[in-house]
């Protein structure tokens, strides 16, 4: 069974920082594409961050130049890593893999907290 588990939520000031991970549990190269989304209570799931097997990353405009989306293939693991966090960042972050089986199957983790405070 194929399975996403997020780590590193936390709280942390304006200004600061945290690095996101997703874990696989198979070979990460089994997902043509990756993406971060997150949910702020009372708000859609917005999407984030998208990283595509052969292509370039693409991010939410409001994040562009704080956020970087990166694949470590030997440790089967997705990363965000958030610089300058805003207080308007705070949401449970999530990730989502696309794997290329017939229908294009996709698999969420469970999510984990990002509080940014004033």
């Known amino acids: 069974q194929v399975q996403l588990a997020e780590s590193g939520g936390d709280k942390v000031q304006a200004g600061g920082s945290l690095r996101l991970s997703c874990t696989t549990s198979?070979?990460?190269?089994?997902?043509?594409?990756m993406d971060w989304y997150r949910q702020a209570p009372g708000y859609l799931r917005e999407q984030v961050a998208t990283t595509l097997i052969g292509g370039r990353p693409t991010y939410k405009d409001s994040v562009k130049g704080r956020f970087t989306i990166s694949r470590d293939y030997a440790k089967n693991t997705l990363y965000l890593q958030m610089d300058n966090l805003k207080p308007e960042d705070t949401a449970v972050y999530y990730c989502?893999?696309?794997?290329w089986g017939s229908g294009a199957p996709e698999y969420w983790g469970q999510g984990t907290q990002v509080t940014v405070s004033s």
């Open positions: 198979t070979n990460i190269s089994s997902f043509f594409r």
């Open positions: 989502k893999g696309t794997t």
